[in-house]
């Protein structure tokens, strides 16, 4: 059965500091996404990582993906406010579905 | 602003009313797609159209019925709903089935009375 697990599920983080959340999925899949959503709102592409190694930047948010492992990380530097939001990755699986994780639920407190 | 419009962004409907939701994208996509999406919980796939074709079904209660008119519109019509159908609806396309990212729409929030 395909898993896609997103820890922690809630992070409080405090304004200025490092964190990272980390993304595990249990089945092959040479394609990854991260997707930022504001309550009520939709989802925001962030990042599109294609292959074994790669690495994205944007701001304070940095993404890496290691197929071998199966772990996907986005790490947030000198966290602020405006980062507060669910951080869903989603895996690419048969028939070009999108495998979702349960979200990792981010508050930046000041 | 995203590129995938939807409309209504809210609706309110009871259980024996019939209405329908739409989608709308200029990108020039081929494929599109709804979610639903329940509180604090991730999407989850409805349906895949791939060139106005119905490609995906996730064994969906048929008191949800898809409809891609044509290239840039997708309609989902709404019959008999249950008070668990209350959730927000998310359309999302891409340039086709095999190419991601997904570009998702504002959602429609429903409530079932």
Sequence with gaps: ELKVEQNPLFLSMQEGKNYTIYCN???????????????????????VLLS???????GRLMASLDTKARLST???????????ATYFCAVVVGNNRLAFG????????P | DTEVTQTPKHLVMGMTNKKSLKCEQHM?????????QKAKKPP??????SYEKLSIN??????????????SLLNLHLHALQPE???????????TQLAQPQHFGDGTRLSIL
Excluded at chain 1, 25 to 47: A, I
Excluded at chain 1, 74 to 84: F, Y
Aim: hydrophobic share 35%; aromatic share 14%; with cysteine.
């Design chain 1, 25 to 47: 999925y249990s089945t092959t899949s040479d394609r990854l996404y991260w997707y930022r959503q504001d309550p009520g709102k939709s989802l925001e592409s962030l990042f």
């Design chain 1, 52 to 58: 074994n190694g790669a690495v994205k930047q944007e």
């Design chain 1, 74 to 84: 986005l790490h947030i530097t000198a966290a602020v406010h405006d980062l507060s």
């Design chain 1, 102 to 109: 349960k979200g990792n639920q981010v508050v930046v407190i």
């Design chain 2, 28 to 36: 020039g996509h081929r494929a599109m797609y709804w979610y639903k």
């Design chain 2, 44 to 49: 989850e796939l409805m349906f895949v159209y």
């Design chain 2, 58 to 71: 996730e064994s969906v209660p048929s008191r949800f019925s898809p409809e891609c008119p044509n290239s």
């Design chain 2, 85 to 95: 159908d209350s959730a927000l609806y998310l359309c999302a396309s891409s340039e």
